[in-house]
């Protein structure tokens, strides 16, 4: 009983006080007014998320890949300066990659968060391995995103080129130090691997019934004629100081010479097989 008397108590004040004051504001006495206001900041654009892909560049030219990046901004998207947006990629002992444009791929449903995709051009040479992403956003006042990272995986690309497709030499029975007429054959490094070393694997010529054997030729990288290292038939021969490096200016430069073997037909002589060019070291 005694709850429900104070209960019934603490109601009835309630009222009370509550409705008090409304009776003295309708009593006739004068009112006034006063105004409200106030102010909202501005919210900085943070990245969210970054994405972290895995590339293969294209054999002796450039690609160009995309990275996607989330930005929220609690001011709305259209806050956010989608066309200043930025990413790069970047690796030690590297150029940096710099995206060329950016621009929005979609909005989240609350109109908060944009997915921005950038382009960026990446090259042939560009290392394995990982390398640093760091995307930005503005909204195009002084509340920047700070730079938010993730890493891309550049994957091995092992690729060369040799720009003469096919050598051929002219001379007598008997005439030593023969140049192959297409002398220096150059190997461009159309890849990212660097090779310490260059292996050649020859063939027997054949023709009119006689043979010139993979032994009369001879390679070096000096232009020297006579001098270099003698090849062997249907057997990998490494190429002293043959190297290639890898840039956009790799090349390696190798020079062939023929001891013209005595007593052999007076025809044309062709390889049994093409001869294989295979870098090493990588």
Same mark, same amino acid.
């Given at each position: 009983?005694?709850?429900?008397?104070?209960?019934?108590?603490?109601? =009835?004040?309630?009222?009370?006080?509550?409705?008090?004051?409304?009776?003295?504001?309708?009593?006739?006495? #004068?009112?006034?007014?006063?105004?409200?206001?106030?102010?909202?900041?501005?919210?900085?654009?943070?990245?969210?998320?970054?994405?972290?892909? #895995?590339?293969?560049?294209?054999? !002796?030219?450039?690609?160009?890949?995309?990275?996607?990046?989330?930005?929220?901004?609690?001011?709305?998207?259209?806050?956010?300066?989608?066309?200043?947006?930025?990413?790069?990629?970047?690796?030690?002992?590297?150029?940096?990659? =710099?995206?060329?444009? @950016?621009?929005?791929?979609?909005?989240?449903?609350?109109?908060?968060?944009?997915?921005?995709? @950038?382009?960026?051009?990446?090259?042939?040479?560009?290392?394995?391995?990982?390398?640093?992403? @760091?995307?930005?956003?503005?909204?195009?006042?002084?509340?920047?995103?700070? @730079?938010?990272?993730?890493?891309?995986?550049? &994957?091995?690309?092992?690729?060369?080129?040799?720009?003469?497709?096919?050598?051929?030499?002219?001379?007598?029975?008997?005439?030593?130090?023969?140049?192959?007429?297409? &002398?220096?054959?150059?190997?461009?490094?159309?890849?990212?691997?660097?090779?310490? !070393?260059?292996?050649?694997?020859?063939?027997?010529? #054949?023709?009119?019934?006689?043979?010139?054997?993979?032994? &009369?030729?001879?390679?070096? %990288?000096?232009?020297?004629?006579?001098?270099?290292?003698?090849?062997?038939?249907? %057997?990998? #021969?490494?190429?002293?100081?043959?190297?290639?490096?890898?840039?956009?200016?790799?090349?390696?430069? =190798?020079?062939?010479?023929?001891?013209?073997?005595?007593?052999?037909?007076?025809?044309?002589?062709?390889?049994?097989?093409?001869?294989?060019?295979?870098?090493?070291?990588?």
């Amino acid at each position: 009983m005694k709850k429900e008397t104070l209960s019934l108590f603490i109601f =009835l004040a309630t009222i009370i006080a509550i409705t008090t004051p409304l009776v003295i504001l309708t009593s006739g006495a #004068t009112t006034d007014t006063f105004s409200v206001s106030t102010t909202v900041g501005n919210s900085a654009p943070q990245i969210v998320w970054v994405e972290a892909p #895995t590339e293969t560049p294209n054999a !002796g030219t450039t690609k160009v890949i995309t990275i996607d990046f989330n930005v929220t901004d609690n001011n709305s998207v259209t806050d956010i300066d989608t066309a200043s947006s930025s990413a790069n990629i970047t690796k030690a002992g590297e150029a940096d990659r =710099l995206s060329t444009a @950016c621009w929005s791929v979609s909005n989240s449903s609350d109109q908060k968060t944009q997915r921005i995709r @950038c382009n960026i051009t990446i090259y042939y040479y560009d290392a394995d391995g990982a390398w640093d992403i @760091c995307v930005y956003a503005t909204d195009g006042t002084a509340s920047d995103s700070d @730079c938010t990272s993730s890493d891309l995986t550049m &994957n091995s690309l092992d690729d060369i080129s040799v720009v003469e497709t096919s050598l051929s030499f002219s001379g007598s029975p008997g005439e030593q130090d023969v140049a192959a007429t297409e &002398n220096p054959l150059t190997i461009n490094n159309t890849g990212n691997q660097v090779y310490t !070393g260059i292996d050649l694997t020859a063939y027997n010529l #054949t023709g009119g019934g006689d043979t010139i054997g993979a032994t &009369n030729f001879a390679v070096n %990288t000096t232009a020297s004629g006579g001098p270099g290292d003698q090849l062997s038939h249907s %057997t990998p #021969t490494t190429i002293t100081g043959a190297s290639l490096n890898k840039g956009a200016t790799a090349t390696e430069e =190798l020079y062939f010479y023929l001891d013209i073997p005595s007593g052999i037909t007076a025809t044309t002589y062709n390889s049994v097989s093409n001869w294989v060019i295979d870098p090493t070291g990588n």
